[in-house]
């Protein structure tokens, strides 16, 4: 599988510069983008990014600002989903897009629900992973504890037992080398020679800011713009993000949908799970 792609960049509105990976080559069919999650970047997508560009596919990968190889922002209070929207709404008209297919992990699926019901006719198709209209208070206080701590390790395999520390319930099947790869797609090594997590500590400012008593966003009839089109959610069976009872309802509400949970994971799968990749290629099959 070839696993190569260009490194690209787009300016946001006021001028940052964001980064992003491109896999294969534009066709007649419409993109794919890979919107990662709150405090991860491109390279959450490293496996499953280039499996999708091997079956002919464009596939778009961008750090969202204040991730990976993307500019910071000076302004903390950017670090916001409507932000992140127009960022991407910026790469598309840069590349002329008219339509894509998302792949949204977690806040990249936020994003998608919103631009479908904003823009429906940007999306050709979309992957929801774990994630969906209804999302756990208990998995927000859980981001809370880890988010912008800006810890840092001496080697891979201290950062790899770090991140077993907090997140090992949420993989429980995972080996050494497993939470070795994870610390290798969150986190870089720094000019002191340390390792930290690759994204700005301030993003946890706006988030720890949000009055936890307000009414969140009604995120249905971003996600029923979604069930007209084709569909695939995925959740981790051990998600404390995405509750079992929310799934469910989301199911229901997009009965043309598939649907997978993976056993043995938490928030979130990483896409590579072998019963994920076989709903991947349905999915692309029924874009037109």
């Not at 993976?262 to 590579?272: E, F, Y």
Request: glycine content about 8%.
């Amino acid at each position: 599988m070839d696993s190569e792609f260009s490194e690209r960049s787009w300016q946001s509105a006021e001028g940052l510069t964001l980064y992003f990976r491109d896999y294969g080559e534009a066709n007649e069919r419409p993109p794919v983008l890979c919107l990662h999650g709150l405090t991860r970047n491109s390279r959450d997508f490293e496996g499953v990014a280039p499996y999708i560009a091997s079956k002919g596919w464009r596939v778009i990968v961008p750090d969202m600002r204040g991730r990976g190889k993307s500019d910071y922002a000076e302004d903390s209070a950017t670090y916001a989903v409507p932000n992140y929207i127009g960022d991407v709404l910026g790469l598309l008209q840069q590349e002329k897009i008219e339509r894509f297919v998302s792949v949204g992990t977690s806040m990249g699926g936020l994003m998608t629900m919103l631009i479908a019901q904003a823009m429906p006719q940007l999306i050709a198709g979309a992957l929801l992973n774990d994630i969906g209209p209804v999302v756990d208070p208990s998995g927000i206080d859980k981001i809370r504890t880890y988010l912008g701590q800006g810890r840092s390790f001496p080697t891979w395999m201290h950062a790899a037992r770090a991140l077993e520390e907090v997140h090992g319930a949420a993989h429980p099947s995972f080996d050494t080398e497993d939470w070795i790869a994870m610390a290798k797609r969150g986190m870089t090594l720094c000019n002191n020679g340390r390792i930290a997590f690759d994204y700005d500590m301030k993003i946890a400012e706006p988030f720890n800011a949000a009055d936890e008593n307000a009414v969140p966003p009604d995120l249905w009839p971003g996600f029923e713009a979604l069930a007209a089109k084709p569909l695939l959610l995925v959740r981790g069976g051990l998600s404390n993000l995405l509750p079992e009872e929310a799934f469910a309802e989301m199911q229901r509400r997009a009965p043309a949908a598939d649907a997978v949970t993976v056993p043995d994971a938490g928030h979130a799968p990483t896409l590579d799970e072998p019963e994920v990749r076989s709903a991947i290629d349905s999915l692309l099959a029924s874009i037109r």
